[in-house]
T-cell receptor, first 114, second 113 residues
């Protein structure tokens, strides 16, 4: 597609519920990144994929967070047993190669845990 | 421990004047710096970047200055226009971005008519 597409745009989850957030990167983009942006903060790095390989997951805040990109295209960020502190905007970005060239963000998914 | 700091949460500038947004960093391994602009309910949009081997990069109304010894960069917008009202994020990367970007908390720029 023309841009990075994320769905859903908004998600309200009850505490303890599992959620899955989807990212469709720009077609052909090799690298894919997930970020978490809490209210009033800048985006914080969660994890990085190069094609289907998850090369860095050092930013995932707990083992309740899991990301996958099985075919090297669409990625899903899954959060199990959501907690209130998980409420944030989750941003996905993709880039053409392994660096910053063509680095483009999606509009994000706003997750609210009640 | 904030490695990228934007100490001004907000900045108000009159239309037509110069807007100067500041950013400081602590990690000397950062080798590439970027500025992003963000409107509400949208993702950050790339504005301008600078490599650590340069001290200035210009693109139209936007200029970024880098002072490596002070670990400080600034974004100049001149002249400021109403459409420039947005949140501006400073971001830094190392290893060509393979580790992801490290962002500041952002500065909300308000352009007043």
């Amino acid at each position: 597609g023309a841009g990075v597409s994320q769905s859903p745009r908004y998600k309200v989850a009850k505490r303890g519920q599992d959620v899955a957030l989807r990212c469709d990167p720009i077609s052909g983009h090799v690298s894919l990144f997930w970020y978490q942006q809490a209210l009033g903060q800048g985006p914080e790095f969660l994890t990085y994929f190069q094609n289907e390989a998850q090369l860095d997951k050092s930013g995932l805040p707990s083992d309740r967070f899991f990301a996958e990109r099985p075919e090297g295209s669409v990625s899903t960020l899954k959060i199990q047993r959501t907690q209130q502190e998980d409420s944030a905007v989750y941003l996905c970005a993709s880039s053409r190669g392994t660096g910053l060239f063509g680095y483009t963000f999606g509009s994000g998914t706003r997750l609210t845990v009640v | 421990d904030q490695q990228v700091k934007q100490n001004s949460p907000s900045l108000s500038v009159q239309e037509g004047r110069i807007s100067i947004l500041n950013c400081d960093y602590t990690n000397s391994m950062f080798d590439y710096f970027l500025w992003y602009k963000k409107y509400p309910a949208e993702g950050p949009t790339f504005l301008i970047s600078i490599s650590s081997i340069k001290d200035k990069n210009e693109d139209g109304r936007f200029t970024v200055f880098l002072n490596k010894s002070a670990k400080h960069l600034s974004l100049h917008i001149v002249p400021s226009q109403p459409g420039d009202s947005a949140v501006y994020f400073c971001a830094a990367s190392k290893r060509g971005g393979a580790d992801g970007l490290t962002f500041g908390k952002g500065t909300h720029l308000i352009i007043q008519p």
